[in-house]
T-cell receptor, first 111, second 113 residues
Framework: DAKTTQPTSMDCAEGRAANLPCNHS???????VYWYRQIHSQGPQYIIH???NNETNEMASLIITEDRKSSTLILPHATLRDTAVYYC????????????FGKGTSLLVTP | SQTIHQWPATLVQPVGSPLSLECTVE??????LYWYRQAAGRGLQLLFY??????ISSEVPQNLSASRPQDRQFILSSKKLLLSDSGFYLC????????????FGEGSWLTVV
């Protein structure tokens, strides 16, 4: 799987948009970008994934650059409950192998 | 629903004792199953994955082993625990070989003393 680079930590004020960047400059054409988050003492939670186009669901939006070398996860209106570690992973489609998580970005949402 | 059950949720075991963590999944057939470990302050480490009954692949050499006696059951074991085995153990699944989204269970906290 392609390697990803994320900032170690970020802060965001409650109610504001949280924009979490991820660099994946070695991504291959058949690799998806996945985002997960992990709230302390819980299992990781799937957020969103995409290949080329921007994606949006009830949790977040995913913006992937045209060259696919980086992406941004957007939480449009961050709440205190969004405080978590956010992981960006790239993975081939139709792969029988698991995701390899890095250290992610620790997002702190403040009142 | 597609649910992953792990037990026990927490466990305190002495060094040298055996270990058995169980994971069962519901609502899906022929899933790929995975065991991850997360040590304190560190990222997730893939330990084992299984694409079918009796098929186990190990990612990291260690004193742990895994077994898949049934399609929806995945077990993590050790004959003699080490202090370094302490951590947060997560069972996960994808839906067969073509599934991409991975879903995690609630996790099991293991403390070796």
């Amino acid at each position: 799987d392609a390697k990803t680079t994320q900032p170690t930590s970020m802060d965001c004020a409650e109610g504001r948009a949280a924009n979490l960047p991820c660099n994946h400059s070695t991504i291959s054409g058949n690799e998806y970008v996945y985002w997960y988050r992990q709230i302390h003492s819980q299992g990781p939670q799937y957020i969103i994934h995409g290949l080329k186009n921007n994606e949006t669901n009830e949790m977040a939006s995913l913006i992937i650059t045209e060259d696919r070398k980086s992406s941004t996860l957007i939480l449009p209106h961050a709440t205190l409950r969004d405080t978590a570690v956010y992981y960006c992973i790239v993975r081939p489609t139709n792969s029988g192998y698991a995701l390899n998580f890095g250290k992610g970005t620790s997002l702190l949402v403040t009142p | 629903s597609q649910t992953i059950h792990q037990w026990p949720a927490t466990l305190v075991q002495p060094v040298g004792s055996p270990l058995s963590l169980e994971c069962t999944v519901e609502g899906t057939s022929n899933p790929n199953l995975y065991w991850y470990r997360q040590a304190a302050g560190r990222g997730l480490q893939l330990l084992f994955y299984s694409v079918g009954i009796g098929q186990i692949s190990s990612e990291v050499p260690q004193n742990l082993s895994a077994s898949r006696p049934q399609d929806r059951q995945f077990i993590l074991s050790s004959k003699k625990l080490l202090l370094s085995d302490s951590g947060f153990y997560l069972c996960a699944r994808t839906e067969g070989y073509s599934g991409n989204t991975i879903y995690f269970g609630e996790g099991s906290w293991l403390t070796v003393v």
